[in-house]
């Protein structure tokens, strides 16, 4: 049998070297996929940080309609607000 002609060598060489680089760097390709791969565990840290964030402000808007006493302690720490009656004592060194 004779060798087959360079020049077909060549071009199988050429389309494999074609086919690598799409597989590595075309659309949908590795790199591609490792970046959403990223991106999908950054949005995933994200969520959780809101969710706890979500669940803290559920547990104080219950705590908010359950009872005066919260509003009444954030009445006096945020607000300086004092009860009808009291008398506010301010000590100073």
């Given at each position: 049998m004779s060798k087959p002609p360079f020049w077909l060598?060549?071009?199988l060489v050429l389309m494999?070297?074609?086919l690598q680089y799409r597989l590595w760097m075309g659309d949908g390709g590795f790199?591609?996929?490792n970046e959403l791969n990223q991106q999908i565990a950054t949005q995933q840290n994200e969520n959780e940080r809101l969710l706890e964030r979500n669940r803290i402000l559920e547990a104080e808007v219950l705590?908010?309609?359950r009872g005066l006493e919260t509003v009444e302690e954030r009445a006096r720490h945020e607000l300086g607000m004092v009860k009808e009656g009291e008398t506010l004592f301010q000590l100073t060194e």
């Open positions: 060598f060549a071009l494999l070297g074609a790199a591609e996929i705590e908010l309609k």
